[in-house]
C-alpha cells in the first residue's frame, strides 16, 4: 500500500492552461503539504493543510490553491501556468505537523511548454 | 534568505569510506533536524533525525553529529556502499511549536560512491 500517492506522476501542458494534482494519504496523519523542488533540485514549502484549515501559505503566486476535501486529500490546483511552474511538486504528510515523520509521495513533474 | 546551509553540493566516496555532509542553520528556534535520502524519481525518505538535547544519534551505519552552540549539525555514513548513492538533504523545523511552517530544507548533496 502506498502511503502517500500522487497523481499524475507526469503532467506536460501549455501555458496558460489549468491542470490539478491530486494527493492522498492513508496514514491516517492530521496534516498534509505541498512542496516545490526545482531544477536544482531545492525542496520548499508551499502550503500546509491541518483538519481541512490552512496553516500556512508561502509565498507563492495566488495562481496556486490547495483544496482538500478531507483529511486524507490534498490537492493543488493551478490557474494560467507559466513556464516558472515547470518543477517536481511532491505531496507530504505528518501526523502533528511537527515535522516528525513526513512522508513524501513520489511526485509530480510538471512541465510546461 | 537560507535558513539551512548544506555543504558539500556533491561528494564522491570510495566504497567502504566514510561520507560526511555537512548543514549550518541560522534560525535558534529550530528543535528538530532530520536528514532525507533522495532517489532518482522518488520523493526525499527520512533516514535518521535528532533534537538538540542530544549530541549525537546513530542508527546502523549512520549518525548524526549536533553541535547546539555551533549551530551546525552533520551526517557520517560509515562503509558507505554504492547504494548509498542519492541525494542527501538536511532539513530543520520548529516542531514545538507545532511545526506549522513546516520542513526547512538545505540544498542537497549528490552522493557518489564508486565500487
Known amino acids: 500500500d502506498t502511503a502517500v500517492s500522487q497523481t499524475p506522476k507526469y503532467l506536460v501542458t501549455q501555458m496558460g492552461n489549468d491542470k490539478s494534482i491530486k494527493c492522498e494519504q492513508n496514514l491516517g496523519h492530521d496534516t498534509m503539504y505541498w512542496y516545490k523542488q526545482d531544477s536544482k533540485k531545492f525542496l520548499k514549502i508551499m502550503f500546509s493543510y491541518n483538519n481541512k484549515e490552512l496553516i500556512i501559505n508561502e509565498t507563492v503566486p495566488n495562481r496556486f490553491s490547495p483544496k482538500s476535501p478531507d483529511k486524507a486529500h490534498l490537492n493543488l490546483h493551478i490557474n494560467s501556468l507559466e513556464l516558472g511552474d515547470s518543477a517536481v511538486y511532491f505531496c507530504?504528510?505528518?501526523?502533528?505537523?511537527?515535522?516528525?515523520?513526513?512522508?513524501f509521495g513520489s511526485g509530480t513533474r510538471l512541465t510546461v511548454v | 534568505q537560507q535558513q539551512v546551509k548544506q555543504s558539500p553540493q556533491s561528494l564522491i566516496v570510495q566504497k567502504g569510506g566514510i561520507s560526511i555532509i555537512n548543514c549550518a542553520y541560522e534560525?535558534?528556534?529550530?528543535?528538530?533536524f532530520p536528514w532525507y535520502q533522495q532517489f532518482p524519481g522518488k520523493g526525499p525518505a527520512l533516514l535518521i533525525a535528532?533534537?538538540?538535547?542530544?549530541s549525537e544519534k546513530k542508527e546502523g551505519r549512520f549518525t548524526i553529529s549536533f553541535n547546539k552552540s555551533a549551530k551546525q549539525f552533520s551526517l557520517h555514513i560509515m562503509d558507505s556502499q554504492p547504494g548509498d548513492s542519492a541525494t542527501y538533504f538536511c532539513a530543520a523545523s520548529i516542531a514545538s511549536g507545532g511545526g506549522a511552517d513546516g520542513l526547512t530544507f538545505g540544498k542537497g548533496t549528490h552522493l557518489i560512491i564508486q565500487p
Open positions: 507530504a504528510s505528518s501526523q502533528d505537523g511537527g515535522g516528525y515523520g513526513y512522508t
Open positions: 535528532i533534537r538538540p538535547d542530544v
Open positions: 534560525n535558534t528556534a529550530f528543535d528538530y
